[in-house]
Nanobody, 126 residues
Framework: QVQLVESGGGLVQAGGSLRLSCLAS????????MGWFRQAPGKEREFVTS???????YNADSVKGRFTISRDNAKNMVNLQMNSLKSEDTAVYYC????????????????????WGQGTQVTVSS
């Protein structure tokens, strides 16, 4: 069982930056794929970005060029650097992890991730 704890959320002005962190409790962190999802009130959970155990990275079109995911296996940590933030980035951001995928093409599907953090609120003001 993997426990994920997120931190770094807060209030930031449009155009600003924020860095989110996710700390995992598992002993096999380096073998897990890690992802970030977000959910705004009244909307469905949305894929943001993911990084696999081989360091392959996948990004949603909405955040390409602005958000960067990274992992530090020695610290059991995954980070999300968010730059050029927009009001539409406002949401609760969730860290997720999984060991197995149905297919390599399903990395953006929330249902593929077995473990989830509690979420951290990101609010971008205009």
């Amino acid at each position: 069982q993997v426990q994920l704890v997120e931190s770094g959320g807060g209030l930031v002005q449009a155009g600003g930056s924020l860095r989110l962190s996710c700390l995992a409790s598992g002993r096999a962190f380096s073998t897990y794929a890690m992802g970030w999802f977000r959910q705004a009130p009244g909307k469905e959970r949305e894929f943001v970005t993911s990084i696999l155990s081989d360091s392959s990275i996948y990004n949603a079109d909405s955040v390409k060029g602005r958000f960067t995911i990274s992992r530090d296996n020695a610290k059991n940590m995954v980070n999300l650097q968010m730059n050029s933030l927009k009001s539409e980035d406002t949401a609760v951001y969730y860290c997720a992890a999984t060991k197995f995928f149905s297919s390599r093409t399903t990395v953006s599907s929330a249902g593929e991730y077995a473990y989830w953090g509690q979420g951290t609120q990101v609010t971008v003001s205009s």
